[in-house]
């Protein structure tokens, strides 16, 4: 095998990576992102998803419980062993917003006021 063999070898290697990508853009200019789920995540129109795991809890190595959200109802399901078990269903929670919060003058540690207590026998 000589140079001229190697580098026909990496040439073909990078027309098939490129004619891949290619596709790919295609694909998810097109909007055949069904088929391909991966290719949702650099959509630039992503779908809401209406389906989603909100926690999981193993209970020994046959079953565990999940907690699983659809639309606007959260269901607790009860899965592993002989069968399938819906425990709960109610209206999802609202996801918690959190903001940062300014702290009010009146809080504020005054230093000249704080006792400071020393461990040890102190001097």
Known sequence: MD????IRYFAALILVLGLLGGFAVL??????TGALPALDRWSPHPRKRRLSVTE???LDPRRKVV????????HVLLLGGEREQVLE?????EDPVFEPVAPSEDESP??????????????
């Open 67 to 74: 907690i699983v959200r659809v639309d606007d109802t959260e």
């Open 110 to 123: 005054d230093v000249e006021s704080a006792s400071v207590t020393r461990l040890g026998g102190g001097q």
């Open 3 to 6: 140079q001229l063999d190697i």
């Open 27 to 32: 694909a998810r200019r097109a909007g055949w």
């Open 89 to 93: 269903r109610g209206p999802a929670r």
């Open 56 to 58: 999981t809890l193993i």
